[in-house]
C-alpha cells in the first residue's frame, strides 16, 4: 500500500514537472528566476508541498506554481539578504523568529502595534516577511511554523489589510505546507469585523487554523517559557539587533575534530588552579607560605595529569534528571548547567542511553554553533548502551540563557554503517515523523564562591603544620561569628529596652494628661 503510494506519488511529481516545462517555461522563461525553475527539477520536497496544498490535482498545482515563482522573481526572493532590508525596520522588532510551541514548531513573531499602515514602507514590510521566511525555508525543509499575531496595545492605525492579505498569501501560495496554526493574541474588539474577512481569504479549511487567543488560552498552544510576561510567561527573552534574532538550530562547526591539545590545556589549568582555589581567602603571604610547602614532585603531577586527561568523566557532575523518550533517555532532561563568568565556565555532559534494540543515530545542533564545542555531535549508539556528549564554551564565549540545543536521534537498520559517509546519507533520507526531537536550555549557575575558607579534599594532606595552619584560620573563623552573634544578641536586647521605656512613657504622659483633665 505505502510502496504504491509513493509511486503515484513520483509519478504526480515527474508530470508537473515535465507540464511546467513545456506550458509555463518554454512560453514565457523570463516569468521565473532560472534558479527556482532548477530547483524545481531536483527537489522532489518542494515540489510535494505545492501538490499536498492542492490536494494532488495537477493542473491547479501549476497555476500555483505559475503564482508563486512570479512572485518569488518580482520580490528577488532570492537574492533576499540583510542589506536587502532597512536597517530601522530590523531594529524595531516587529518581526523575528523566536522559540517553539508545544507541538515543536517554531514560532513566527509579528507584533502588530509596530506596524503603521503606510503605503510608502509597505514593500519593505512584505521583504522582511519574505526574507524570514525563505530564511527558514532553506534550513528547515517542510517543518511547519505558528504564526503569533501579537495585537496587545494596537490601535486603529496598525489595521493594514493589505499587509494582513499578504502574509495569508505567504502561507497560501508562496510557502505551502508550512503554516501549523495562526495564534492570534488578545485582539481588540474593533478588529472583529476585520478578521471576518480575513477568514474568507484563508478559506474553510484553513480557518480552522485560526486560534483566538487572551492570557487565559494561549499556553495551550505555546507553554509560558516561550511566553512573554505580558502573555503570561516568563521568557526573559527582550529583541535587539544586531545580531538578527533567529535561533534556529545548526549543528556544531566545532564537532569531532582533534582537541586533544585543548584538552590538555584546560586539565594543566584545571589542575593549576586547585591549589589558588583552596587558598581563596588567605593572606597573601598565607598563600605564599602554604603553596611553598604543597609543591608536589614532578612524577607526581604527572600521574595526576594524566588520570585527568584519561578519565575526564571523574571532572563531571552526573546530571540525575532524566528526560524518557521512545528511542533515547536524555539526561539532563531539561537544562544544561554553565558557570558563570566569575565562577568559570566548564564543561557540561549530557547522556544518551539507547532504550531500542535496534543502533540509533544521534545528531546535536544549538542556535548558537560559533559558541560551543560539542563531541561527539553526529555518531550512533549500540542497543542498551550510553554514549557521554561533552559540551563546553569555545574560544572563551559567553554562554547565554537565551542557547538552546536539540538532540535528533533515529533508528538504524542493522545492516546499516555507522561511519561518517553513512551517517551523513542516513539524515538526508530518514523521514522527519521518525526523528525523535529533545530540547535542552542552557542555564547558567551564578558563581558560587565562599566568602569564607574553601576546603578541598586533600588539602589537609600535605604537611602536619600546614594541617595546622588550617585549623587556626578556621578555629578564628569560628570565633569571630561567635563574636557577631553577641554582638546581634546585644543589639535585640538595646531595642527591646527602647521598646519597653518608650511605651511606658507614653503611658505616664496619658496619665498625666487623664489626672489633669479629671
Known amino acids: 500500500m505505502a510502496e504504491s503510494h509513493a509511486q503515484n ?25 532560472p534558479r527556482d525553475v532548477e530547483r524545481l527539477q531536483l527537489d522532489d520536497n518542494w515540489v510535494e508541498s505545492y501538490l499536498f496544498w492542492r490536494h494532488d490535482v495537477v493542473d491547479e498545482t501549476l497555476k500555483m506554481l505559475d503564482e508563486s515563482f512570479q512572485w518569488r522573481k518580482e520580490m528577488a526572493v532570492n537574492d533576499l539578504t540583510e542589506s536587502s532590508i532597512p536597517k530601522w525596520l530590523l531594529e524595531m522588532g516587529g ?9 515543536g514548531n517554531k514560532l513566527f513573531w509579528i507584533r502588530v502595534k509596530y506596524h503603521i499602515k503606510d503605503h510608502k514602507t509597505i514593500l519593505d514590510k512584505k521583504k522582511l516577511i519574505a526574507f524570514w521566511l525563505e530564511r527558514y525555508a532553506k534550513r528547515e525543509n517542510g517543518k511547519p511554523v505558528t504564526v503569533m499575531f501579537d495585537l496587545s496595545e494596537t490601535g486603529i492605525n496598525s489595521i493594514d489589510m493589505d499587509f494582513v492579505r499578504f502574509i495569508i498569501n505567504c502561507f497560501k501560495v508562496y510557502y505551502p505546507k508550512y503554516l501549523s496554526k495562526i495564534v492570534i493574541f488578545d485582539m481588540p474588539w474593533i478588529m472583529n469585523a476585520a478578521f471576518k474577512i480575513v477568514k474568507s481569504w484563508l478559506g474553510p479549511e484553513a480557518v480552522s487554523l485560526l486560534k483566538f487567543t487572551s492570557k487565559n488560552e494561549v499556553q495551550d ?20 539587533y544586531p545580531p538578527l534574532v533567529d535561533d534556529d538550530f545548526q549543528t556544531p562547526l566545532c564537532e569531532n575534530g582533534s582537541v586533544a591539545s585543548e584538552d590538555e590545556a584546560s586539565s594543566r589549568e584545571d589542575t593549576e588552579s586547585e591549589g589558588k582555589e583552596t587558598l581563596e ?4 603571604e598565607e598563600q605564599t607560605a602554604l603553596l611553598k610547602k604543597t609543591s608536589l614532585t614532578e612524577s607526581t603531577c604527572k600521574t595526576e595529569e594524566n588520570e585527568k586527561v584519561d578519565s575526564k568523566l571523574k571532572a563531571f557532575k552526573k546530571p ?32 544518551l542511553t539507547n532504550v531500542t534494540k535496534n543502533i540509533v543515530a544521534f545528531k546535536v545542533r544549538t542556535t548558537a554553533p560559533e559558541k560551543y564545542r560539542v563531541k561527539p555531535s553526529n555518531s550512533s549508539c549500540d542497543p542498551g548502551a550510553s554514549v557521554d556528549i561533552f559540551v563546553s564554551p569555545h574560544g572563551g564565549l559567553t554562554v547565554s540563557a537565551q542557547d538552546r540545543f536539540l538532540i535528533m536521534a533515529a533508528e538504524m537498520e542493522q545492516s546499516s554503517g555507522t561511519g561518517p559517509a553513512e551517517l551523513t546519507q542516513f539524515w538526508r533520507e530518514v523521514p522527519r515523523n521518525k526523528v525523535m526531537e529533545h530540547r535542552l536550555r542552557c542555564h547558567i549557575v551564578q558563581s558560587s564562591k565562599p566568602t569564607t575558607l574553601t576546603l578541598k579534599d586533600g588539602a589537609f594532606n600535605v604537611s602536619d603544620k600546614t594541617s595546622e595552619d588550617m585549623c587556626l584560620q578556621l578555629n578564628r573563623l569560628i570565633e569571630s561569628n561567635r563574636k557577631l552573634e553577641d554582638q546581634v544578641q546585644r543589639c535585640i536586647w538595646f531595642q527591646q529596652l527602647l521598646l519597653s521605656l518608650t511605651v511606658l512613657s507614653l503611658a505616664l504622659v496619658v496619665s498625666f494628661f487623664y489626672v489633669s483633665y479629671s
Open 320 to 351: 540525575l534528571s532524566v528526560f524518557k523518550g521512545p528511542l533515547l533517555h536524555i539526561s539532563p532532561a531539561e537544562e544544561l548547567y554553565f558557570g558563570s563568568t566569575d565562577s568559570g565556565e566548564k564543561k557540561t555532559l549530557i547522556v
Open 281 to 284: 581567602t588567605i593572606s597573601n
Open 9 to 33: 506519488r513520483a509519478k504526480l511529481i515527474s508530470e508537473i514537472r515535465r507540464r511546467f516545462e513545456a506550458e509555463y517555461v518554454t512560453e514565457k522563461p523570463e516569468k521565473y528566476d
Open 221 to 240: 498552544y505555546v507553554s509560558a517559557e516561550y511566553l512573554p510576561p505580558h502573555m503570561g510567561g516568563t521568557d526573559p527573552f527582550k529583541y535587539s
Open 95 to 103: 518581526i523575528y523568529l523566536h522559540g517553539y510551541d508545544k507541538e
